[in-house]
């Protein structure tokens, strides 16, 4: 394999991985302030991909277009709205089932994913369809040989990165971060310290479902089509990362991200090459078959849970 | 009279379940659609006036005070509503089904209903049995009865390759390792083109000792459904499973595992081997789905990967769920309600999981223990738990 190929597998790589991170640390943040799974995430985001997907046929409709504005239009529109999902169902779903075991929580938001799911496929415009995503950024590319550098995907890995890094910032530099962090380390104390208790959840539900329906978009943007089935599959791929890289910690999900993208592609390269005839549609079993058996090994991931620094 | 109306007697039980089988039997009957809506209302209406007037407790006391005669009532109804169709496929497909899948769901309760193992890939189990008759039956010899013990086998087999990392995780590690692999699971055959790819397979029809399930049954001038045969087949191995479900949760064996859900750490304090209790249930769940799985290839002759996605893993669990986790009663009143309500409803079979999910959340949050709340072990016929400052209402409700 020559240089040029194998340095794309690492850029699409990269990109997924952006991607499988983004929703990740949205794991990563229900997980480090309330100890749960909030296994609708991955519905989560595939609404707000549709979101985005509405938002844009409606800027057409009232003659907004150009990329760029529709593009911010779309992203406001879909994070804030996926925010505000976020947080009702923190509100009406999680909450409320704080004292109830943990399974049964992880059960109701796996139901309200199949609820969101088959809401979209039923109630959206055929939304059983597979649904053609607008290009909307510039298609500029720089070929180095047989690696083509496209603009687009830059531009999309430098928004996933500067999302990261932004949601990294507030979470340990600002004074609401702060909060966050003490409500993941001890919600009594962080109560009898003048926190609001129910607040701080709650934004954190907004915050990191507003990540989700970026990592929509981003999915969107990346392979131009959405389908409503999409978030069952990222979802899953994105709690995987999440306890690979050790529940409750933030870089821990960010190298898990990268470490399944990286996973499939070497699944996606490798196979073929080792067992002639194999297809690469196998790299998802591959995936999934590592991170059991390496939850098998390191039960808790590699950065190992600590109770003193969850988030 | 007056004693036919006591808790010690059988009658309010034996009465109930020809009251259920007369249901039963009309509502696979019935054809238009406002008949089967008519149906359903009529019988949440009646459940709800009966409960009223405190019938459904004493029923549910004689049924416990009566096991024996009230099991063979059961058998009898199934077999009744069974006789009821001989000659049509369709009603008793779904009575089939929904035997089997009660076998499946047994399975899962074991699971997690006694034991706490999460198991968010009942349907990639279920599907392993399938394959395996497939395969086996479809390309060797090998005698049916066999194939069937091989479909429970395999099924256990590949599960205990989940064993490790199951016991080595807890709580939402254990659930993401059932999910990755019924996820595995389905793109592995949607991929394997020897497994016969997204397109699935044939598979012949069972024949035991040379009896051809697969052929309608010929008695003088009356012919009978091949389905008949399945749907005595599915109950016999139900009866087996039911029974050994049961006799488990009774013995020492259950309330091991009891101990193994509730606290682990007490149990191992106590001398309980907590591995050994939880790869007992894993294994034991995987192979009932299995078998289940593997009869029900058979019966419908046609395997494909689409049959065993996570919707329907996820549709397995909110059955167990409905029915009152640990509560074998319960979720077969909960599997006959979920699988046949869609067939008989068709404007409700397009929305169908979305309704599911929604109940299972409201379920869960308003009604966690299920439609038919597990009771506690009843050891001594008639003994009633002392009422700890609860209302007399309530303890009589405790028996039950």
Same mark, same amino acid.
């Given at each position: 394999? +020559?240089?040029?190929?194998?340095?794309?597998? /690492?850029?699409?790589?990269?990109?997924?991985?952006?991607?499988?991170?983004?929703?990740? /640390?949205?794991?990563?943040?229900?997980?480090?302030?309330?100890?749960?799974?909030?296994?609708?995430?991955? +519905?989560?985001?595939?609404?707000?991909?549709?979101?985005?997907?509405?938002?844009?046929?409606?800027?057409?409709?009232?003659?907004? +277009? *150009?990329?760029?504005?529709? @593009?911010?239009?779309?992203?406001?529109?879909?994070?804030?709205?996926?925010?505000?999902?976020?947080?009702?169902?923190?509100?009406?779903?999680?909450?409320?089932?704080?004292?109830?075991?943990?399974?049964?929580?992880?059960?109701?938001?796996?139901?309200?994913?199949?609820?969101?799911?088959?809401?979209?496929?039923?109630?959206?415009?055929?939304?059983?369809? #597979?649904?053609?995503?607008?290009?909307?950024?510039?298609?500029?590319?720089?070929?180095?040989?047989?690696?083509?550098?496209?603009?687009?995907?830059?531009?999309?890995?430098?928004?996933?990165?500067?999302?990261?890094?932004?949601?990294?910032?507030?979470?340990?530099?600002?004074?609401?971060?702060?909060?966050?962090?003490?409500?993941?380390?001890?919600?009594?104390?962080?109560?009898?310290?003048?926190?609001?208790?129910?607040?701080?959840?709650?934004?954190?539900?907004?915050?990191?479902?507003?990540?989700?329906?970026?990592?929509?978009?981003?999915?969107?943007?990346?392979?131009?089509?959405?389908?409503?089935?999409?978030?069952?599959?990222?979802?899953?791929?994105?709690?995987?990362?999440?306890?690979?890289?050790?529940?409750?910690?933030?870089?821990?999900?960010?190298?898990?991200?990268?470490?399944?993208?990286? @996973?499939?592609?070497?699944?996606?390269?490798?196979? #073929?090459?080792?067992?002639?005839?194999? *297809?690469?549609?196998?790299?998802?079993?591959?995936?999934?078959?590592?991170?059991?058996?390496?939850?098998?090994?390191? #039960?808790?991931?590699?950065?190992?849970?600590?109770?003193?620094?969850?988030? | 009279?007056?004693?036919?109306?006591?808790?010690?007697?059988?009658?309010?039980?034996?009465?109930?379940?020809?009251?259920?089988?007369?249901?039963? &039997?009309?509502?696979?009957?019935?054809?238009?659609?406002?008949?089967?809506?008519?149906?359903?209302?009529?019988?949440?209406?009646?459940?709800?006036?009966?409960?009223?007037?405190?019938?459904?407790?004493?029923?549910?006391?004689?049924?416990?005070?009566?096991?024996?005669?009230?099991?063979?009532?059961?058998?009898?109804?199934?077999?009744?509503?069974?006789?009821?169709?001989?000659?049509?496929?369709?009603?008793?497909?779904?009575?089939?089904?929904?035997?089997?899948?009660?076998?499946?769901?047994?399975?899962?309760?074991?699971?997690?209903?006694?034991?706490?193992?999460?198991?968010?890939?009942?349907?990639?189990?279920?599907?392993?049995?399938?394959?395996?008759?497939?395969?086996?039956?479809?390309?060797?010899?090998?005698?049916?009865?066999?194939?069937?013990?091989?479909? &429970?086998?395999?099924?256990?087999?590949?599960?205990?390759?989940?064993?490790?990392?199951?016991?080595?995780?807890?709580?939402?590690?254990?659930?993401?390792?059932?999910?990755?692999?019924?996820?595995?699971?389905?793109?592995?055959?949607?991929?394997?083109?020897?497994?016969?790819?997204?397109?699935?397979?044939?598979?012949?029809?069972?024949?035991?000792?040379?009896?051809?399930?697969?052929?309608?049954?010929?008695?003088?001038?009356?012919?009978?459904?091949?389905?008949?045969?399945?749907?005595?087949?599915?109950?016999?191995?139900?009866?087996?499973?039911?029974?050994?479900?049961?006799?488990?949760?009774?013995?020492?064996?259950?309330?091991?595992?009891?101990?193994?859900?509730?606290?682990?750490?007490?149990?191992?304090?106590?001398?309980?081997?907590?591995?050994?209790?939880?790869?007992?249930?894993?294994?034991?769940?995987?192979?009932?789905?299995?078998?289940?799985?593997?009869?029900?290839?058979?019966?419908?002759?046609?395997? =494909?990967?689409?049959?065993?996605?996570? &919707?329907?893993?996820?549709?397995?669990?909110?059955?167990?769920?409905?029915?009152?986790? &640990?509560?074998?009663?319960?979720?077969?009143?909960?599997?006959?309600?979920?699988?046949?309500?869609?067939?008989?409803?068709?404007?409700?079979?397009?929305?169908?999981?979305?309704?599911?999910? =929604?109940?299972?959340?409201?379920?869960?949050?308003?009604?966690?223990?299920?439609?038919?709340?597990?009771?506690?072990?009843?050891?001594?016929?008639?003994?009633?738990?002392?009422?700890?400052?609860?209302?007399?209402?309530?303890?009589?409700?405790?028996?039950?």
């Amino acid at each position: 394999m +020559d240089l040029g190929l194998l340095s794309q597998y /690492v850029f699409n790589g990269l990109m997924l991985g952006m991607i499988y991170a983004m929703v990740a /640390v949205g794991f990563t943040l229900f997980f480090g302030v309330l100890d749960v799974i909030k296994f609708s995430h991955g +519905d989560v985001l595939m609404v707000g991909a549709f979101t985005g997907l509405a938002t844009y046929l409606g800027l057409q409709a009232i003659g907004v +277009d *150009s990329p760029l504005a529709q @593009l911010l239009v779309m992203a406001l529109v879909a994070t804030l709205a996926m925010a505000l999902l976020g947080a009702l169902i923190a509100k009406y779903l999680v909450l409320p089932l704080r004292l109830a075991p943990p399974l049964n929580t992880l059960l109701l938001t796996l139901m309200l994913g199949s609820v969101l799911r088959e809401a979209v496929r039923l109630f959206y415009p055929q939304g059983s369809n #597979p649904k053609p995503f607008p290009r909307l950024l510039p298609d500029d590319f720089i070929g180095f040989g047989s690696f083509t550098l496209r603009a687009d995907s830059m531009i999309l890995l430098l928004g996933g990165f500067a999302a990261i890094a932004v949601v990294h910032l507030v979470i340990t530099r600002t004074k609401l971060g702060l909060a966050i962090r003490a409500v993941a380390q001890d919600a009594e104390t962080a109560r009898i310290m003048g926190i609001n208790f129910e607040f701080i959840v709650l934004l954190t539900f907004a915050i990191g479902s507003g990540m989700a329906a970026l990592g929509g978009l981003m999915n969107g943007l990346y392979y131009n089509e959405i389908n409503f089935g999409i978030g069952l599959l990222l979802g899953v791929i994105g709690f995987s990362a999440a306890v690979l890289g050790g529940l409750g910690n933030i870089y821990g999900a960010i190298l898990g991200g990268f470490v399944f993208s990286a @996973l499939q592609s070497i699944g996606a390269v490798s196979l #073929p090459a080792l067992f002639p005839g194999t *297809s690469t549609a196998y790299k998802d079993v591959f995936a999934f078959a590592v991170v059991i058996v390496f939850m098998a090994w390191r #039960p808790t991931g590699l950065i190992a849970e600590k109770k003193s620094e969850r988030v | 009279m007056k004693r036919f109306f006591q808790a010690q007697s059988a009658f309010p039980a034996l009465a109930s379940m020809a009251a259920v089988t007369v249901f039963c &039997g009309l509502f696979l009957h019935a054809e238009s659609q406002t008949a089967v809506m008519g149906l359903t209302i009529g019988a949440v209406v009646a459940l709800f006036l009966l409960a009223r007037a405190g019938w459904n407790a004493l029923a549910a006391a004689s049924f416990a005070g009566h096991g024996r005669s009230a099991h063979t009532a059961v058998l009898l109804g199934v077999l009744l509503i069974a006789a009821a169709f001989y000659d049509q496929h369709f009603p008793l497909l779904m009575l089939a089904s929904v035997l089997l899948y009660v076998v499946v769901c047994l399975g899962l309760n074991l699971q997690f209903g006694y034991a706490g193992v999460v198991n968010f890939a009942g349907a990639a189990f279920f599907g392993i049995g399938c394959y395996t008759s497939a395969v086996l039956a479809g390309h060797t010899p090998l005698p049916h009865a066999l194939v069937v013990v091989a479909g &429970g086998l395999m099924a256990a087999g590949i599960g205990s390759l989940l064993i490790l990392p199951v016991l080595r995780t807890h709580g939402h590690y254990a659930a993401l390792i059932t999910i990755a692999f019924g996820i595995l699971f389905r793109v592995f055959l949607e991929v394997n083109d020897t497994l016969g790819g997204p397109q699935g397979m044939k598979v012949p029809g069972m024949e035991i000792l040379g009896w051809k399930l697969n052929d309608n049954l010929q008695f003088g001038d009356v012919e009978l459904s091949f389905y008949v045969n399945y749907v005595v087949l599915s109950l016999a191995l139900l009866a087996v499973a039911f029974m050994l479900v049961r006799r488990l949760e009774r013995s020492w064996i259950g309330l091991n595992l009891d101990a193994v859900r509730l606290d682990e750490i007490a149990c191992a304090a106590f001398g309980i081997n907590v591995a050994r209790w939880k790869i007992a249930a894993f294994t034991l769940g995987n192979f009932l789905a299995g078998m289940a799985g593997s009869i029900y290839a058979m019966m419908t002759g046609f395997v =494909a990967p689409n049959s065993f996605t996570f &919707g329907d893993s996820l549709i397995l669990v909110s059955i167990v769920i409905l029915g009152g986790i &640990g509560n074998p009663w319960g979720l077969a009143v909960a599997t006959a309600i979920v699988l046949i309500l869609p067939e008989k409803l068709q404007f409700i079979q397009e929305y169908r999981l979305l309704l599911y999910a =929604a109940l299972v959340i409201l379920i869960l949050l308003f009604k966690p223990d299920g439609l038919l709340p597990r009771q506690v072990r009843n050891y001594l016929p008639g003994w009633k738990p002392r009422p700890r400052g609860e209302s007399p209402a309530r303890s009589a409700k405790a028996v039950q």
